[in-house]
């Protein structure tokens, strides 16, 4: 039999849970400013009645790990209480661009320290639930090392150093998950890493060759991890499990110039990227992030939707869509509104506004992929499930 993600729902919920350093010094905490950490039962109580048992989620590395090797879990405790009095099963991100003060992500202990706190965290929900646990070790190794690494826009603040924070990130997501296999072995995993789509600014081919060469760094992480580049790293093929595709409005570009807008001739189908990555790994594939803003998000997750349908159509194996943000949040740079999710912000006791048309374009794709399922199953199977 073909692998499986084996995820609850089709369809997932996205808890935002960056937690990096600003140049500024100030620590982003988007668990505690979209206060999903105090009002988490309600959060899981209406994404599951929306028909989502399956999400993202995360584990604030910086607040559990109060000293080194010395783990706190009441920030996390509540938050997978109510995930299970819910019903909905959990990815946890172990370290969304977020890491404890003093701790040198450039040293040889990085790695170390975050494989000592997956280990522990492993254990932490193995003593939770007998549920097979998922983890996202760390998330979008491929942006923070562009951002952090080469841009400054957040922690660890370098420049001209993204190459080195990449193979940095990829050491400590290989320790994580050896420790955490370590403790339980069914331990599922999903490497999450941005889909882009580059392309020349001219017909010249050295703007050709420079658009493909960046088109293609986002396989490096993948590639790392699995051992087929930088095998010194640790890498193997079973350190890819899932892969997960994060797809935005803007991830595709005119190499050093802007966005391609949607409908023009460069603008690269997305069930072609899923394609491409399917065959290039031969693994589960999920969109692992997608979203879009404020008017634009019903008709986002119409054509994402409709590409993830034509590329399973096609035999690619995409077996979950998570809308990310699922939550209005803050933004990172100015705390501006950004109106982003299902749910807005939430009252004294946790109660959400629904952004409607958003929830109605999630039913008619639910029941259009759950129809598109059925049509698909051997008629037996479709006795039994019913």
């Known amino acids: 039999m073909p692998p499986t993600a ?15 350093k600003r140049g500024d010094g100030r620590r982003l905490d988007l668990l505690a400013s979209t206060r999903h950490d105090l009002h988490a039962r309600a959060d899981y109580a209406a994404v599951a009645a929306h028909g989502m048992r399956a999400a993202r989620d995360g584990m604030r590395w910086h607040r559990i790990e109060v ?3 010395f783990y706190d879990w009441s920030s996390v405790a509540p938050m997978a209480k109510a995930a299970a009095e819910a019903g909905v099963q959990v ?7 977020g890491y404890p003060d003093k701790l040198d992500i450039w040293s040889a202990s990085f790695p170390e320290r975050f494989a000592r706190f997956a280990k522990a965290a492993a254990r932490f929900l193995r003593n939770e639930s007998d549920d097979v646990p998922y983890f996202c070790p760390v998330n979008e190794i491929s942006y923070w090392a562009w951002a952090g690494g080469d841009m400054a826009l957040f922690n660890p603040m370098a420049r001209r150093r993204g190459a080195e924070l990449k193979r940095q990130l990829v050491r400590a997501a290989i320790a994580a998950t050896d420790a955490i296999r370590e403790v339980e072995p069914r331990a599922r995993f999903i490497c999450a890493e941005p889909a882009i789509n580059v392309v020349p600014a001219s017909a010249r081919q050295a703007d050709q060759a420079a658009a493909e060469n960046y088109r293609l760094s986002q396989f490096e992480a993948h590639d790392m ?3 087929r580049v930088a095998p010194e790293l640790g890498g193997s093929p079973d350190k890819l499990d899932i892969i997960g595709l994060n797809f935005y409005p803007d991830n595709q570009w005119v190499h050093g110039g802007g966005a391609i807008p949607m409908g023009h001739h460069d603008y690269k189908p997305f069930s072609e990227m899923l394609a491409e990555t399917h065959e290039r790994y031969g693994r589960p594939v999920i969109v692992s992030e997608t979203g879009a803003e404020r008017s634009a998000r019903p008709a986002w997750l ?3 939707s409709g590409e993830v349908q034509a590329a399973r159509q096609s035999g690619v194996p995409v077996e979950a869509v998570c809308l990310y943000p699922i939550l209005d949040y803050p933004g990172w740079e100015n705390d501006r509104a950004c109106e982003v999710g299902l749910l807005g912000s939430p009252d004294e006791s946790g109660r959400r506004a629904v952004y409607q048309p958003l929830a109605e374009e ?7 992929f759950a129809a598109a399922a059925e049509s698909a199953s051997p008629p037996l199977l479709r006795r039994v499930a019913s």
């Open 302 to 304: 119409n054509y994402v």
């Open 67 to 69: 000293s080194p090797g």
């Open 6 to 20: 084996g995820l609850r729902s089709f369809f997932l919920a996205g808890f935002e849970c960056a937690a990096q």
């Open 91 to 97: 990815i946890w991100d172990l370290c969304h661009y």
């Open 225 to 227: 991890l699995a051992g």
């Open 362 to 368: 999630l039913e008619r794709q639910q029941a259009r």
